[in-house]
């Protein structure tokens, strides 16, 4: 078994997540002459205008490369060491390694009778899996089918750019622990330690960052980490997403809207949880974990030193769920998103976000039933087709192509009228 090591949190917890957000400026103006169809077949190459397009990845989950890039910010805040690998990066790491080999074709996909969740080996989804759905799903798809490309774009200087400023922020209020993990219950450890962590600091009135949120939505399980809870002046409990931006501008509304929804489904997650709502068998079925697992001498350790007696996986998941419910913490009353610029940290502006129940919902029955197998995989509407102009995946996005010679079609069939 691979001994990783695992980030833990102490001290005044809060955290901040990283998310590489960037982009380039997209333009409906800058090819008026040409047609849908025109624009979709064109080669990628030939455009050199910037669009925006959503962030590679949540800091819950996009969390992983936040850390990666870590020497990125040495000698800022209080981190001896910041450890090389985290909960999240494990877990992909796992789920990767049950992928298919790489060259699916749509008809590839049709022939394996899996369900998606399946095909990927994914035991769960990171709730940004589902907001850059928002963008393109056919874009997620490639993106675990090609992950050597999917790789690559996270290598991006504005996204390790974005990383940077979002693990700054995470060190302004709490020291990161490296602890040493022998298997998944041991990850997930780490995971609730940091959420117990927390509890009590909610409870105490305090600021959090990095929080790390979990349950079951529409049949999947989703995981993900709350940039920050606060308390505002009101004495309400405020949830603040953190964006950074390449370019001092606000991001396009096809973006907002995948921010949006993120936050949305924080907030879903966040309240099931402080309501008692997680329970065992959800946990341990959906992750296939055990509960009879003991644990590192490492995490034994670490549980000592907080003053938690556990033994296994199961006396850890007893105590987080009893603290989950009789935590008095209340609902998020509040949310809104910061955008900041990269090259400065300065502040963009905020947008605050308000819940939309049932319009999250229904987003969320719609992005799920891709993965439950209950529908096929979509890319974008042709009134979208810009977005594909900025697509690691266009020159090979079936999608795409099948769009443009329908459009082209179309444009034929009218002009022959
Ligand atoms: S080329 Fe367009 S439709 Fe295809 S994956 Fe990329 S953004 Fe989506």
Redesign the pocket.
């Known amino acids: 078994m691979n001994s990783e090591a695992e980030p833990t949190f102490e001290g005044a917890g809060g955290m901040v997540e990283a998310d590489g957000q960037t982009c380039r400026k997209s333009t409906g103006t800058m090819q008026p002459e040409l047609s849908d169809a025109e624009l979709?077949a064109l080669e990628l190459d030939l455009f050199c205008a910037e669009c925006d397009r959503p962030e590679l990845n949540e800091g819950d989950d996009g969390h992983t490369s936040s850390r990666s890039a870590e020497s990125c910010c040495t000698g800022q805040g209080t981190v001896e060491d910041i450890c090389s690998g985290n909960e999240q990066s494990s877990n992909q790491s796992e789920q990767k390694s049950e992928m298919p080999p790489e060259g699916s074709s749509t008809k590839r996909r049709k022939q394996d009778e899996r369900i998606p969740l399946e095909r990927f080996g994914r035991k769960y989804l990171n709730v940004t899996d589902l907001s850059r759905q928002v963008?393109?799903?056919?874009?997620v798809?490639?993106g675990l089918e090609l992950p050597h490309i999917e790789q690559l774009r996270e290598e991006v200087p504005v996204v390790k750019a974005g990383s940077c400023l979002h693990l700054a922020r995470e060190l302004e209020i709490q020291d990161i622990v490296p602890i040493n993990v022998e298997s998944r219950e041991d990850s997930w450890a780490v995971k609730i330690f940091n959420l117990l962590s927390m509890i009590q600091f909610l409870q105490a009135g305090e600021r959090v960052r990095e929080l790390p949120v979990f349950g079951e939505l529409e049949g999947i399980f989703l995981v993900g980490v709350v940039d920050e809870l606060c308390y505002n002046s009101k004495g309400e409990l405020e949830l603040c997403e953190l964006k950074t931006r390449g370019q001092r501008t606000y991001p396009s509304a096809a973006q907002r809207k995948s921010h949006l929804f993120q936050v949305n489904i924080y907030k879903l997650l966040f309240e099931a949880m402080i309501k008692g709502q997680l329970n065992k068998e959800t946990i341990t079925d959906h992750l296939h974990l055990r509960t009879e697992q003991p644990f590192s001498s490492e995490i034994l350790m670490h549980a000592q030193k907080v003053g938690f007696s556990i033994n296994t996986f199961g006396d850890l998941l007893d105590l987080m769920l009893l603290n989950l419910t009789y935590a008095e913490i209340p609902n998020i009353d509040t949310m809104k998103i910061e955008y900041c610029y990269q090259a400065d940290a300065s502040l963009i502006g905020t947008e605050v976000v308000y819940f939309e129940e049932e319009w999250v919902k229904s987003e969320l029955k719609h992005y799920c039933s891709f993965w439950k197998g209950q529908r096929e995989a979509?890319?974008?509407d042709i009134e979208?087709?810009w977005?594909?102009r900025?697509?690691?995946?266009?020159?090979i996005?079936?999608?795409?192509q099948s769009?443009a010679e329908e459009a082209t079609q179309k444009n034929r069939a009218n002009r022959s009228k």
């Open positions: 979709l963008w393109c799903e056919q874009q798809v490639y979509k890319g974008v979208e087709a977005k594909c900025s697509c690691d995946f266009a020159d996005c079936e999608w795409r769009k």
